[in-house]
């Protein structure tokens, strides 16, 4: 991969090389834990994402699974319920390895017949799982690391006693854990120090910040584009100094930069990302009176046949929808979601509608129960026709668990069986409780529905 000119790939080539200056070498180290701060854990993912592919730049092996943890007893079920299932969908991959090393063999079905609601059974079976697949590589001294960087963590203490548990019961030789924690928090300290003969910190110091300004600002500074991404770069750290002014500055001058470029999709996401950094200041009568402009225009644009606007003119019916919940005003956001939903079916924008309507019910919630149940039926219908294999990354599960909840309130089990059957198929067997445990994550973190996806 080259990096000389990109100072993203820098910085992941940083992190490669921390791990094989300070892994790599020692095969004695079965824990590795990267201490990071949250505004960098899009990085960490862009790295792990690079490693599970042939292009990766550390020598290991490296197997990376995104599972949600919801308790010791159910995760190396879960993990390797999600093994396996990405397993098969690599199969064109591992075909294609199992072409040039023709002894690989892992038995992926044995494995998930062998799974059951026994939680040491589990455990060992997990290891087993790695230790087979280590053993069966081309390379027998390669070391296989299991990346485990869980979407979200319903409890950290229950979780570190998972990761105690199977370190306890002794990791196979050349496999590893590679894990994640918040470097002002440290939740794992107790586990690192319990285990300090056989695990290490990584710590490394990143300027994100600066790499993405060197990418914004790359290029002509005359060019409107280039200027523009200046403007966002400075609105964007006026935010992070609570400097309202410097915003206000910045993103008239985004304005004023993009409007006689001619490029009328430029000018019309100058407003929306100026309204965009002031909710931070809840600054509603400029947001609004921006986003009413940025609407007005993108229409005008969509039916002069400029398609590039048409993702711009849904974006702003949510921002706009946004405004109105922020300011109470829930009948209004729900109209609003409601017609980013009905656009960008519109469009063609088949995912969007599902986060639409359930904003869109979310916000009246309390206030409408019947509109409330309308929408969740709809957007259930929706969701229900779309491919099992795109649901996975929306918020169906919480549409589904919604609809789910209003039928058993109604006595509709056979209705409630099928909205079962059909989200088993999508997200497992545990997905009622992996909704709930994510609902708890929201609540716990503060976090709107929107910032969620």
């Known amino acids: 991969m080259s990096t000389e000119h990109n100072p993203i790939a820098q910085l992941v080539t940083e992190l490669q090389q921390k791990w ?12 590795a834990r990267w201490l990071i701060i949250p505004q960098q854990a899009r990085l960490y993912e862009g790295f792990l994402k ?19 943890f919801t308790s010791a007893s159910q995760h190396s ?34 494995y998930e017949k062998r799974l059951s ?13 790695l230790s087979q697949f280590q053993m069966a590589l081309s390379e027998k001294e390669r070391a296989l690391t299991l990346a485990l960087f869980p979407y979200s963590v319903s409890d950290t203490k229950d ?9 306890e019961l002794g990791l196979p030789e050349n496999v590893r854990f590679m894990i994640f924690d918040y470097s002002d928090e440290r939740y794992f300290d107790r586990l690192m120090k319990n285990h300090e003969d056989i695990g290490k910190s990584l710590s490394v110091p990143l300027d994100l910040d600066g790499a993405i300004n060197k990418i914004a600002t790359a290029g002509d500074p005359n060019n409107p584009e280039v200027q523009f991404r200046k403007c966002m770069m400075m609105m964007s750290k006026g935010v992070s100094n609570k400097n309202r002014e410097s915003v206000h500055k910045w993103g008239e001058r985004a304005l004023e930069v993009t409007q006689p470029s001619g490029i009328r999709s430029l000018f019309i996401t100058a407003h929306i990302v100026y309204a965009g950094m002031l ?15 940025a609407t007005a225009m993108a229409k005008q644009s969509v039916k002069a046949g400029d398609d590039q606007c048409k993702p711009l003119l849904v974006q702003s019916y949510g921002f706009q929808a946004s405004s109105k919940q922020l300011q109470k005003k829930k009948e209004d956001a729900s109209t609003l979601f409601c017609k980013q939903a009905d656009t960008a079916i519109e469009f063609g924008f088949p995912q969007q509608p599902l986060t639409s309507w359930w904003m869109a019910y979310s916000a009246i919630r309390k206030k409408d129960k019947e509109q409330y149940k309308e929408l969740v039926i709809k957007a259930y219908n929706y969701g229900s ?36 059957e059909f989200m088993t198929e999508v997200e497992g067997e545990n997905w009622r409780e992996e909704v709930e445990e994510r609902r708890k994550e929201m609540e716990k973190r503060k976090l709107s529905l929107k910032n969620w996806f």
């Open 385 to 420: 026709e779309q491919e099992k294999e795109t649901l996975k990354s929306t918020c169906m599960t919480f549409i589904a668990n919604d609809y789910y909840n209003i039928l058993d309130k109604e006595s509709q089990y056979d209705d409630c069986k099928e909205i079962d």
């Open 159 to 167: 979780y570190e006693k998972w990761m105690d548990t199977m370190l």
């Open 117 to 129: 609601e026994d939680q040491d059974a589990n455990n060992a079976l997990l290891i087993e799982m």
């Open 279 to 293: 909710f931070n200041f809840k600054d509603f009568e400029t947001i609004d009176d921006l986003l009413m402009k």
């Open 20 to 31: 094989n200056t300070d892994i790599s070498p020692n095969p004695d180290i079965q824990i």
């Open 50 to 68: 690079l490693e599970s592919t042939a292009y990766g730049g550390v020598p290991d092996m490296v197997i990376v699974l995104l599972t949600p």
């Open 77 to 110: 079920r879960a993990l390797a319920e999600h093994w396996i299932e990405a397993y098969r969908k690599d199969s064109k991959i591992i075909n294609e390895y199992i072409e040039s090393n023709p002894d690989f063999s892992w038995q992926a079905d044995e």
